[in-house]
């Protein structure tokens, strides 16, 4: 009896990086929104010929770490030193006045709660930790940390046919058309 396996997309190998760049424009003007690529180096332009635009899933929660950090420093500096525990010292005065001096603490604290919030936003958009991913089951995928350029389109995209999905792989100059499984 044969074993069902699920099936994660269609992935195809790619001359050089220039190939792997044409197709990447060609996959995203046909309108697929779940892909990827891969290569053993950073590829100036892809964001670009990927169509990805700033990342706002990062930005906001990175900012409201950052405002929650100082709004924390600003009150554990200035509730005890001004309300519960005022306290004179060489008759410098207890006010508003000596908020310079928690200026040290107020930006830790930003940069902390800042630094925090991006570790666990980008490990929640990035779906980690993944100990493992379906496109290692595919031999070829292997070249990648040394001189393989890929592109692998998901099963869960809206556009995705395998046999439509593969011919336009073909067409648009993919080599080693793989179908990927879980």
């Not at 990805?52 to 990175?62: D, F, M, N, R």
């Not at 060489?90 to 603490?105: D, R, S, V, Y």
Request: hydrophobic share 45%; charged share 15%.
């Amino acid at each position: 009896m044969a074993e069902y396996r699920k099936v994660y997309g269609l992935g195809a190998e790619f001359d050089s990086a220039g190939a792997l760049m044409q197709a990447a424009e060609k996959i995203r003007d046909a309108g697929f929104s779940k892909w990827d690529v891969h290569s053993p180096f950073p590829i100036h332009g892809m964001d670009q010929a990927m169509g990805l635009g700033k990342s706002y899933w990062v930005s906001g929660p990175v900012f409201i770490g950052g405002a929650t950090g100082t709004l924390t420093a600003v009150l554990l500096t200035c509730i005890p030193s001004f309300a519960l525990y005022p306290l004179i010292v060489h008759g410098k005065p207890f006010t508003w006045a000596t908020l310079p001096a928690f200026f040290p603490i107020i930006f830790e604290l930003t940069i902390l709660f800042s630094a925090f919030s991006t570790i666990f936003t980008m490990m929640i958009v990035n779906q980690l930790p993944k100990w493992y991913h379906p496109v290692f089951n595919w031999e070829r995928f292997s070249r990648v940390s040394d001189d393989g350029f890929f592109l692998v389109i998901e099963a869960r995209d809206a556009k995705f046919s395998e046999t439509k999905t593969r011919a336009l792989l073909e067409e648009i100059g993919g080599q080693h058309v793989t179908l990927i499984h879980d």
